[in-house]
């Protein structure tokens, strides 16, 4: 039996293209696995467990009836669903991971993690991460009616994409010391994660030898899974159409 990782999917009504291959996989593909990791960025944006939309509805039954089927489902929150909690794990039967976790893949001790944390050098973002985290500010966003939750966070996401296209590609990606730290203080020397759009496998050197990272693919333009069984770990991708 196999256990899957996808990431950056970007759910949202007006990509109703992504929305019918992730329903695939959940109804075709996810029964037969043990285990489905969602290593963050499930969604477009998440504004809050209490937004049931019919379009999160639909997500949520998918979920829902995987864990029903006896598929364990785990959740890391991303950098676009870091609201996303304990209620829709509830709702689903999902279980919420912290943002870091040491899973055990087929006995090999594995750091799993959404990845925005790695890219150290994204300084601005690592200070926007750091507002948008404290639990004061969440319970404040909360207690605002959906309507204008929805409004705020249009205006800065059109505020931020203007910033974001004066980026360097190099400071969106992951810092290699950091990920070194990470292996590191885990004890660890494999490592799964999304965020960045890059999917690959990577070599580091760490103090506990040769390292490999898996980098999870988006879905924009295909779906991507990552596969692993007892021989190892595929990066596949599936048809949108
Ligand atoms: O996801 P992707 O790849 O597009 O970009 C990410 C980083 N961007 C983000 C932003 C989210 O996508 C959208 C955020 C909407 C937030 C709504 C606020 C809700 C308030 C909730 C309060 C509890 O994550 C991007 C990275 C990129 O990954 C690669 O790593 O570079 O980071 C940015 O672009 C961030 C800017 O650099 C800094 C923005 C400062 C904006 C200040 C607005 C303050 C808002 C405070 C809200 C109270
Ligand atoms: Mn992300």
Same mark, same amino acid.
Request: proline share 4%.
């Given at each position: 039996?196999?256990?899957?990782?996808?990431?950056?999917?970007?759910?949202?009504?007006?990509?109703?293209?992504?929305?019918?291959?992730?329903?695939?996989?959940?109804?075709?593909?996810?029964?037969?696995?043990?285990?489905?990791?969602?290593?963050?960025?499930?969604?477009?944006?998440?504004?809050?467990?209490?937004?049931?939309?019919?379009?999160?509805?639909?997500?949520?039954?998918?979920?829902?009836?995987?864990?029903?089927?006896?598929?364990?489902?785990?959740?890391?929150?991303?950098?676009?669903?870091?609201?996303?909690?304990?209620?829709?794990? %509830?709702?689903?039967?999902? @279980?919420?991971?912290?943002?870091?976790? =040491?899973?055990?893949?087929?006995? !090999?001790?594995?750091? *799993? $993690?959404?990845?925005?944390?790695?890219?150290?050098?994204?300084?601005?973002?690592?200070?926007?991460?750091?507002?948008?985290?404290?639990?004061?500010?969440?319970?404040?966003?909360?207690?605002?009616?959906?309507?204008?939750?929805?409004?705020?966070?249009?205006?800065?996401?059109?505020?931020?994409?203007?910033?974001?296209?004066?980026?360097?590609?190099?400071?969106?990606?992951?810092?290699?010391?950091?990920?070194?730290?990470?292996?590191?203080?885990?004890?660890?020397?494999?490592?799964?994660?999304?965020?960045?759009?890059?999917?690959?496998?990577? %070599?580091?050197?760490?103090? @506990?030898?040769?390292?490999?990272?898996? =980098?999870?693919?988006?879905?924009? !333009?295909?779906?991507? *899974? $990552?596969?692993?069984?007892?021989?190892?770990?595929?990066?596949?991708?599936?048809?949108?159409?």
């Amino acid at each position: 039996m196999t256990t899957l990782f996808i990431a950056d999917l970007h759910l949202s009504p007006l990509r109703p293209d992504i929305t019918a291959c992730f329903l695939r996989f959940m109804q075709e593909e996810a029964p037969m696995a043990k285990k489905l990791y969602v290593l963050g960025d499930l969604f477009e944006f998440w504004i809050g467990d209490d937004d049931n939309s019919p379009f999160n509805v639909t997500i949520k039954d998918a979920f829902k009836a995987l864990t029903a089927s006896g598929v364990a489902c785990y959740f890391i929150q991303g950098n676009r669903d870091f609201l996303l909690g304990q209620r829709f794990c %509830k709702e689903t039967g999902m @279980q919420l991971l912290p943002e870091t976790a =040491v899973i055990d893949l087929y006995g !090999t001790p594995t750091v *799993i $993690l959404h990845g925005d944390t790695l890219c150290t050098k994204d300084e601005k973002y690592q200070e926007f991460r750091r507002t948008v985290h404290q639990k004061w500010l969440q319970r404040l966003f909360h207690c605002i009616p959906l309507f204008i939750r929805k409004k705020i966070v249009s205006n800065v996401q059109n505020k931020i994409k203007q910033q974001k296209h004066f980026k360097q590609m190099e400071i969106m990606d992951v810092t290699p010391e950091e990920v070194v730290n990470v292996l590191e203080s885990h004890h660890v020397t494999h490592m799964i994660h999304g965020h960045t759009h890059r999917p690959n496998t990577h %070599k580091h050197q760490t103090n @506990q030898g040769s390292a490999t990272r898996i =980098v999870l693919g988006d879905w924009y !333009t295909q779906g991507s *899974i $990552l596969v692993c069984n007892e021989n190892g770990c595929e990066l596949q991708q599936r048809s949108l159409g």
